[in-house]
């Protein structure tokens, strides 16, 4: 800018440019996904994709981590990350409908663990309960790697007419700003760049800052900008999150070409004595940025005032394209807002790891076979990452708006939209273990799980968005694995017809302890033309045949849930996933349920075929029976494999369905030439595999329906 | 059996942090005709009965307050 | 009232966020759904009340705590005391009690976590405004979503209230440590009644069930409508 | 202006009144190590900066405290 730069100056570019806010490291690597689709109204770059969805309708959505500032405060941090959320929902015009939150940690075996679970989860629920968003989805897993360094995501749905689409870009020169919520504090001073730093020792001292979050005001919030909106009142609206003020107003004022003033004077503070530079910077949680019309400002504040919010006029937009902060009158500080905007980035060469090299390869052979099924079934249906979730989200309100179709429990949440046949699923999905064992392989399988598991549903997926959790991209490890994922993402994305339409980076997730796995996490959002015709993975009728559609028989033990559950191993390479035969299979099932041939699907994921059919057992509360014959050609792993790999080995493009047996034929004719075996009938109480596997219900339920946490545990502390 | 000291623990939040409940109990007090409150803090009151006073601070700490967000004093009062 | 469109008020405190779908299953239920703002003193002339779910006033100091005190409970309290048909579910249900206008208290959960989930409910008296069009003894599945539901009465108070035939709702499977399984109670005047459990959740085939409808519409048999 | 007087107001559950919050910290301390920890009860603290002590009572009985489950008391800290 030709001349140095005062410290208050300083302060915005630093909190600007940190990754956090302008992507110094992946923005070039983000290039590679796909944006654009005949659905797509908003791909990247505003504060949240929007896809049209038919009947005028249209939904806004993203993904967005808050990992650093869970880890330090796990209560607050996964609180504020929900309210962060829903505000980038809101900016787009749209009324919030659902969330889920996609979750990592250490191995519950650890208290600290067993802690950060605990608060995370009570803080997704303390804030999207009070908001009144219900939570309809999400994930979690539990691994080494994430000791001391959770990963929490939140996702959030948002419900807009087309029509009505609000962008943030500022436009009218001396048309005002207003800011709009709760009063500005010290929170999180400089925790946009703390965000990015690793965890260290040091930075738990930082504790101070951190960001209390107030759902009470974001309902609030919420209202107002709605009513706001549909009195058309405002020109554009912006939320303020990492980097506050400067951000959300360096942002509006380049996205419109214009300049804009704030008379950081004219805050609403929470503190006395604050700086310029922290109420430019700070990140209190709550509040809005929108450019009004002169004459309409009145009538904008005394609306905050019905919803008992703070509201005042804090700037002008202006000719010039700078961001100019204004204090007492004078000009404290002024930056060409596209400078802060566009952060400098960094392109660096692609290097393989050696690690991928050292991974030990899988030899089945020298895998002792387990001799008792029953028990291998039990102990991997028991385990943290494949039991029952319901002691997470009956802790979250999942009905509240009336419109939850699917609750969880499903392969993915179903939603309607009142007053129309309309509806749409969304499921979050990561495969940490998977990136980390081979980055493009586990980025494109990230992409297939989501796809897979709205199309279980009936639902025919229509966008994406991401989180990409990574280490640190400094290190030639850490780059090679954010670029291969992306690639593996990319070519999914683009084989599905599933642009990203929004997406998120947190890199830097390394403790003393190391990096966390690779993690990029998708959100995948699908449409179902008619809402009535979705299927779950539930059994639902005595004697209905159970028919495995695609590759079931063709799987592998490497990388798998069964290698690491019982066989204590990570080792092997995942097969590759056949992106073709994914597309197809999956595009297939949603046919065969649209057109109403069958209301029970569900995909052979984690855990292989045999937790399938128990995950569908449970479900139904009806037992499934392998019919013998059928089950002889098991045993032997559907042609001469192991008996292990049969039963719990993973492949990927594969789904159970399930018909009356008077639509058999039918069934088979659709079917055409896709593989497909009818192996097994729901019926008896509980699940029965040949000789192999006989476990009743009860155990089942026992194993599966496990409490996650610890019973009566205290609130908030600090443990560990 | 050892007699037992009656703990109490303040744990309020920090100062700077935000304190929703404290701010909607005082934007709500002029309304239900109580005037003249000009702030209003919310914080936990926790009382112990304990046999010795040495794990109070720890408790404290680790358990009772969350000093991330909290600070906390606590005193025998019998 | 005849014929006459039922109007049926659903009050909206700052923080309450099942306001709107109270208000979508009013016009489900036959009835005209009338928004009652919590700082307009006047009921609009409405034949009942819905006080809905959610959090008033973010639940923070206690449930229901602040919102008694907004404008408009002046008047609902003399259309209660008028004998004017009135439902608080679960917030709502707080804030009736915090009002006086039920008795006991809720409590935190006994496990201390939120709950959400779907229960199975008894229907133990058909004699309210609320429960008419049901039959005694009926067994009802309905969400629960709170973290404040455990219901709290005195000893004697509780006792009157099993003598007086005044549980309304008990649960058959108690998810909150609720004193005598207790899910609804009403006042003595039996006008009023209080529940846990969202009736307005399940009032729709397309979410799997409509008894919570049912329920709701007993409201418009006691009406005579 | 006038100057302002602080009061602390402690609400805790009465006697007898279950008390989840209590009992929840109470069963979690031995895991933690503590031992010799015989009742915890979890209250209320709520710190007021006011005019007059005039309106205190009424707002403890009418809005800080509910008094079918709690019991509170106030004094004027400084
Ligand atoms: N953290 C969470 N929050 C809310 N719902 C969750 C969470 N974790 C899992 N679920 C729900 O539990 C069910 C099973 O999750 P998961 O095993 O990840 O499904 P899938 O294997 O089909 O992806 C899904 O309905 C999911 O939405
Ligand atoms: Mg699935």
């Not at chain 1, 001073?189 to 504790?207: Q, W």
């Not at chain 1, 419109?403 to 499903?410: K, L």
Request: glycine fraction near 12%; include cysteine; charge should be negative.
């Amino acid at each position: 800018m030709g001349r140095a730069p005062s410290y208050l100056e300083l302060s915005l570019f630093s909190v600007m440019w940190s990754e956090h806010c302008g992507y110094k490291n992946s923005r070039p690597l983000l290039k590679r996904f796909p944006n654009q689709g005949r659905r797509v109204l908003q791909g990247p770059g505003e504060n949240a994709g929007v896809v049209e969805i038919g009947d005028g309708w249209a939904l806004a959505f993203k993904m967005e981590s808050h990992n650093h500032p869970s880890a330090v405060e796990p209560y607050e941090g996964a609180a504020t990350g929900v309210g962060g959320i829903i505000r980038d929902i809101l900016a787009m015009g749209a009324r919030p409908v659902a969330l889920l939150d996609s979750l990592r940690f250490g191995p519950l075996s650890e208290e600290r663990n067993r802690y950060l679970f605990r608060e995370v989860v009570r803080g997704v629920g303390g804030y999207g309960n009070a908001v009144g968003v219900p939570t309809v989805g999400g994930e979690v897993e539990f691994a080494d790697a994430y000791s001391g360094n959770p990963l929490v995501n939140a996702m959030c749905i948002g419900l807009i007419r087309v029509d009505d689409l609000m962008r943030s870009s500022a436009s009218g020169e001396g048309n005002l700003v207003v800011l709009l919520g709760s009063k500005t504090g010290r929170d999180g001073i400089h925790g946009a760049t703390f965000a990015s730093d690793e965890l260290t020792e040091e930075s738990e001292s930082k504790r101070s800052n951190v960001q209390v979050g107030d759902p009470f005001c974001e309902k609030m919030l919420i209202e107002c900008c709605l009513k706001l909106l549909g009195e058309g009142m405002l020109v554009s609206l912006q939320d303020l999150g990492a980097a506050g003020l400067t951000s959300s107003a360096s942002e509006m004022a380049a996205s419109g070409g214009v300049g804009i003033e704030i008379e950081t004077d004219r805050v609403p503070l929470r503190e006395g004595g604050m700086e310029p530079w922290e109420v430019m910077i700070s990140e209190s949680q709550e509040r809005m940025l929108a450019v009004v019309e002169p004459d309409k400002a009145e009538a904008v504040l005394k609306m905050a005032e019905r919803y008992e919010l703070v509201g005042a006029v804090v700037g002008r937009v202006a000719d010039h394209g700078d961001l100019r902060v204004i204090h007492e009158g004078e000009v404290v500080g002024t930056v060409p807002a596209g400078y802060l905007a566009d952060a400098p980035v960094y392109e660096r060469e692609v290097v393989r790891p050696t690690y991928l090299d050292e991974i030990p390869s899988l030899s089945p052979e020298d895998l002792p076979q387990p001799e008792n099924y029953n028990e291998v079934l039990l102990k991997m249906l028991s385990h943290s990452n494949l039991c029952s979730r319901r002691s997470i989200y009956g802790q979250y309100d999942h009905e509240v708006g009336t419109d939850t179709v699917v609750p969880p429990g499903a392969d993915a949440a179903v939603m309607r939209i009142k007053g129309t046949k309309l509806g749409f699923a969304a499921a979050a999905d990561g495969r940490g273990r998977h990136c980390y064992l081979d980055p493009r392989g586990g980025g494109a399988a990230t992409v297939v799980e989501a796809y897979r598991n709205l199309s279980c549903l009936g639902a025919e997926p229509v966008a994406a968005t991401d989180c990409l959790n990574f280490g640190s991209p400094e290190k030639p490890d850490g780059y090679y694995q954010l670029a291969e994922c992306i690639q593996g993402m990319a070519q999914a994305c683009e084989a599905f017809g599933t642009p990203v339409v929004s997406g998120n980076v947190s890199l830097f997730n390394e403790t003393d302890r190391g990096a966390i796995y690779p993690t990029p996490t998708v959100g995948m959002v699908g449409v179902l033309k008619d809402v009535n015709r979705h299927s779950t993975p539930a059994f639902k009728r005595e004697g209905d045949m159970v028919v495995v559609i695609g590759k079931g028989w063709r799987s592998s033990l490497a990388g798998s849930e069964y290698l690491e559950v019982v066989q204590a191993r990570i080792a092997g390479r995942p097969p590759e996933p056949d992106l073709t035969a994914e597309k197809e299979y999956s595009d297939l099932v949603r046919r065969l349920v649209a057109d109403g041939l069958i209301d029970t699907a569900h995909d052979i994921s984690s855990g292989g075929e045999a937790v399938a059919l128990a995950e569908m057992v449970l479900a139904g509360g009806l037992g499934v029976e392998y019919e013998r014959v059928k089950a002889g050609l098991l045993a032997d792993g559907h042609g001469g494999r192991r008996t292990d790999m049969a039963l719990f080995g993973e492949n990927g493009a594969s789904f159970l369905v399930a018909v009356p047996e008077e639509r058999w034929d039918e069934l088979q004719k659709a079917l055409g030439g896709v593989p497909h075996d009818s192996i097994a009938r729901v019926g008896g109480d509980g699940i029965k595999i040949g000789n192999l596997i006989d476990v009743g219900l009860d155990d089942l339920r026992e194993a599966y329906e496990r409490d996650l946490f610890e019973t009566h545990a205290p609130e908030g502390g600090h443990i560990g | 059996m050892p007699e037992t000291l009656k703990i109490r623990v303040l744990v309020r939040p920090k100062a700077g942090i935000l304190d929703p409940q404290g701010e909607a109990v005082r934007s709500a007090l002029p309304a239900l005709g109580f005037g003249g409150v000009k702030t209003v803090h919310v914080g936990r009151l926790i009382e112990l009965e304990v046999e010795s006073t040495d794990d109070v601070d720890a408790m404290c700490r680790r358990l009772l307050s969350n000093p991330s967000i909290e600070e906390y004093e606590w005193e025998v009062v019998s | 009232m005849g014929g006459r469109l039922l109007r049926i008020g659903v009050t909206v405190f700052p923080g309450s966020n099942c306001d709107r779908d109270a208000l979508y299953v009013v016009g489900r239920m036959g009835a005209e759904a009338v928004e009652l703002w919590h700082a307009d003193p006047d009921l609009k002339s409405v034949d009942a009340v819905i006080v809905p779910g959610g959090f008033s006033y973010g639940d923070y100091l206690r449930p229901g705590a602040i919102a008694r005190f907004a404008r408009v409970m002046g008047p609902l309290e003399e259309f209660a005391k008028e004998g004017g048909p009135v439902l608080g579910v679960c917030n709502g249900f707080q804030v009736l009690t915090e009002a006086h206008l039920l008795p006991g208290a809720l409590l935190r959960n006994t496990h201390m976590r939120f709950v959400c989930d779907r229960v199975r409910v008894r229907v133990e008296t058909t004699s309210t405004p609320w429960t008419a069009a049901l039959s005694p003894g009926e067994e009802l599945t309905l969400p629960v979503a709170h973290n404040e539901g455990n219901f709290f009465a005195e000893p004697g108070t509780l006792s009157c209230l099993e003598d007086e035939g005044r549980v309304v709702l008990r649960y058959l499977e108690n998810p909150n440590g609720s004193a005598n399984d207790v899910a609804g109670v009403c006042n003595e005047g039996r006008n009023v009644v209080g529940v846990m459990p969202h009736p307005e959740r399940v009032s729709d085939p397309a979410l799997g069930s409509d008894e919570g409808l049912r329920l709701l519409r007993s409201v418009l048999v006691g009406a005579g409508v």
